[in-house]
Nanobody
Framework: QGQVVESGGGTVQAGGSLKLTCVHS????????VHWYRQAPGKQREWIAR???????SYTDSVMGRFTIFGDAAKNVVHLQMNNLKPEDTGVYYC??????????WGQGTQVTVSS
């Protein structure tokens, strides 16, 4: 059983920045992709960003140009750099690992709060 651990959340003012970190225990050869999701209070969990093992990245429209997903495959680490944060970015941010065989594993999440 692998592990997924997120960190880096906190409270910032609108316009500020945070960098989230996802540390996982899968070898790159067992991975398909790493994703970030968030869940705002009272809302469903939504997909934010994806990083493929080929280094490709994709984002949901609401964070395009503000968030960047990047990683260090050798250290099993994927980051989410979040700039120009808005109050609507508030929520619990989750990292999801998708394995080559289709299995998925989630972390426990890290809270991000953006004050206006």
């Amino acid at each position: 059983q692998g592990q997924v651990v997120e960190s880096g959340g906190g409270t910032v003012q609108a316009g500020g920045s945070l960098k989230l970190t996802c540390v996982h225990s899968w070898d790159i050869f067992d991975l398909d992709s790493v994703h970030w999701y968030r869940q705002a209070p009272g809302k469903q969990r939504e997909w934010i960003a994806r990083r493929g093992t080929d280094g490709s990245a994709s984002y949901t429209d609401s964070v395009m140009g503000r968030f960047t997903i990047f990683g260090d495959a050798a250290k099993n680490v994927v980051h989410l750099q979040m700039n120009n944060l808005k109050p609507e970015d508030t929520g619990v941010y989750y990292c999801k690992i998708e394995q080559s065989g289709g299995q998925a594993s989630w972390g426990q999440g890290t809270q991000v709060t953006v004050s206006s």
